[in-house]
């Protein structure tokens, strides 16, 4: 896996990022045909990683499609490794099925053994189809449902050992100044082997035995660490935990940190703070989901000039690059799976809710080290005034909660319910914080519609629900403009009008206590769903304040200027110049 810190000592890796043969499977007659032993000739070549959307010819694709290529390897046992394939892929080497994964934007590996050395063939099977009822996402979700192998592949040489898995978690004593700092880790071995066991904090050896291993050993240790310094937005400190067996090794980077809630406030290691947000897709008209680090980095530095303190990722988990950089600068995180607008019945259906319960699983488990990620959220603008979408809320939150105590879980509702005949969402009840979608100014009331009646409305509504006591966020809220669309007078669409907007609706969001944080929808103009083209111009969700190729509109500087009175770390090179995080 691509990091921003180096992962291993030892461990000997086979990138695959490179040129790739590929075939479209229009009739989806592929595996009937066996073409992972015999593929096809008529072949053209793709870039690994891409979204094959992004060609000119290949735009309004959506189906089957088949990848192959060849390394050279002399390893028997090899673990074989994707970053992120939108959406089904099935996995082939030297025409065996190795596994099957669902679920893009998240990372999986098969592990293959008792190889012969020399060239070995490896073909996938991507299908990126999806439907009204079991599919992540749905039809009509508003981003652009892109296919391909959209991050990177690498091939793990594995010796005689492997460190299979690993997990590092701590506990607070003495306040916040000392951990109890857990290592668990699964140790493969393809034989009998004998060696010494070591833990390294920064290069500082805290634990060493001898262990033997003959196939699968689960470790778990456990040892204090004293004076600590702590992770924060303005002091973002970073550890590297090191486990070794001999020559082999895993290195994790983590950060101290304690977020939480007290009554209507969120608390990172123990004051107050307010969360100064805004939505990012990670899309780009040239890459779709494929953006390379140094755009995706650019993106969070002009994030960062913005004067914000916290990123939400709509709606899926962003690249472990993305996390990284938010972890070395200080900068807030919010993750969640593509559960987007799903109805009663799309919720409950059992495929669905196994996909969705697969993908938590997954997004937790592979975004549990970073300090920067301090919300997990279950899905978005669903169905959670039903009784079945109560239960599979329930079920989500509950797993959550047993996988990782140390993060604040939620969902995301536009579900009101201030008025006489509305339904009542029914889930607030389950969550840590409360979050809803609301635009006022733009598909409800005019740009000056007053936030503080209906946030007094609104209040009513969770009195009722027994969660007034919880911290509120304002997840979404925004105004589309097209660039350079201006004149005398401010009307929708223009940059004029989603300024005016921003302005006179962050000053009555912030100027409210009951607000603990605030999202702006959105960073970037984003390509929505072909179904969406006839309500979105361009085919795109024009709400960003900057366009899809990050020309900044009129708001960026109203926000700008807005979340810099309230930020209360200031950082004068924000007025002139983008942030520059420099390496440790």
């Known amino acids: 896996m691509e990091r921003l810190f180096k992962t291993s000592n030892y461990k000997k890796e086979i990138s695959l990022c490179d040129m790739w043969d590929f075939v479209l499977d229009k009739d989806d007659l592929g595996i009937e045909q066996k073409w992972f032993l015999n593929f096809p000739e008529d072949t053209r070549a793709m870039t690994v990683p891409s979204c094959w959307n992004t060609e000119p010819d290949l735009f309004r694709y959506e189906g089957t499609a088949w990848y192959q290529t060849r390394f050279y390897s002399e390893s028997p046992d090899l673990y074989i490794s994707f970053e992120a394939v939108q959406n089904e892929a099935d996995v082939y080497l030297d025409g065996i099925h190795l596994g099957n994964h669902y679920g893009g934007f998240l990372k999986f590996g098969f592990e293959a053994n008792n190889l012969n050395p020399g060239l070995h063939t ?7 189809t999806i439907n009204n009822i079991d599919t992540f996402p749905l039809t009509g979700v508003d981003w652009y449902n892109y296919g391909g192998i959209a991050r990177p592949v690498h091939i793990a040489e594995l010796s005689d050992r492997w460190i299979k898995n690993h997990k590092i978690s701590y506990d607070f004593k003495n306040g916040l100044s000392d951990v109890c700092l857990s290592v668990e880790a699964e140790i493969k071995t393809f034989g009998e082997v004998s060696d010494e066991l070591k833990i390294y904090v920064n290069d500082i050896e805290y634990h060493s035995e001898k262990l033997t291993v003959n196939g699968i050993q689960k470790i778990c240790l456990a040892f204090d660490l004293s004076d600590i310094k702590l992770w924060d937005v303005d002091s973002p400190n970073l550890y590297y935990v090191r486990i070794s067996f001999g020559n082999e090794d895993v290195i994790e980077r983590i950060g101290f940190r304690k977020i939480e809630t007290k009554g ?12 100064l947000g805004i939505n990012r897709h990670e899309e780009h008209p040239d890459w779709g989901f494929s953006m390379p680090f140094s755009l995706i980095k650019k993106d969070i530095d002009i994030i960062r000039n913005l004067n914000c303190n916290a990123i939400r990722t709509s709606h899926y988990p962003n690249s472990q690059k993305t996390a990284d950089y ?3 600068i200080g900068m807030l995180f919010w993750s969640e799976i593509p559960g987007w607008g799903r109805s009663e019945e799309a919720m409950t259906n059992e495929l669905a809710f196994k996909r969705a319960i697969s993908m938590e699983k997954e997004m937790i488990e592979e975004n549990y080290h970073h300090p920067s990620i301090i919300v997990f959220c279950m899905h ?28 604040l879980m939620t969902y995301v509702t536009h579900n009101v319910g201030t008025k006489e005949g509305e339904d009542i969402e029914l889930c ?30 609104y209040n009513v509504i969770l009195k009722q629900c027994d969660s007034i006591e919880k911290p509120f966020i304002m997840s979404e809220f925004g105004f589309a403009a097209l ?20 302005e006179f609706t962050l000053n009555q969001l912030l100027g409210n206590e009951r607000i603990a944080g605030t999202y702006i929808w959105q960073f970037n103009n984003n390509r929505s769903a072909a179904e969406n083209e006839i309500s979105r111009p361009r085919g795109y969700n024009n709400k960003g304040i900057v366009d ?5 509109k009129r708001a960026y500087r109203t926000i700008q200027k807005i979340y810099g009175e309230h930020n209360p770390v200031k950082r004068e090179e924000y007025k002139t110049i983008f942030y520059a995080y420099k390496r440790k």
């Open 264 to 275: 209507r406030d969120i608390l990172l290691n123990g004051k107050k703070i307010r969360l």
């Open 483 to 502: 660039l350079g669309s201006a004149g005398f007078e401010s009307y929708r669409w223009s940059e004029d009008y989603q300024a005016d907007a921003h």
């Open 548 to 552: 899809e190729y990050r020309k900044p």
């Open 428 to 457: 607030y009840s389950l969550a840590d914080i409360v979050c809803l979608n609301h635009y006022i100014g733009w598909y409800f009331d005019t740009a000056n519609g007053d936030w503080n009646e209906f946030l007094e409305s």
């Open 326 to 328: 938010c972890d070395e």
């Open 122 to 128: 490896l073909t996938v099977r991507v299908n990126n």
């Open 380 to 407: 978005n603008e669903c169905c959670t005034e039903s009784m079945g979408g109560f239960e599979v809320t329930k079920k989500m939150i509950e797993l959550a909660k047993s996988m990782d105590s140390s993060r």
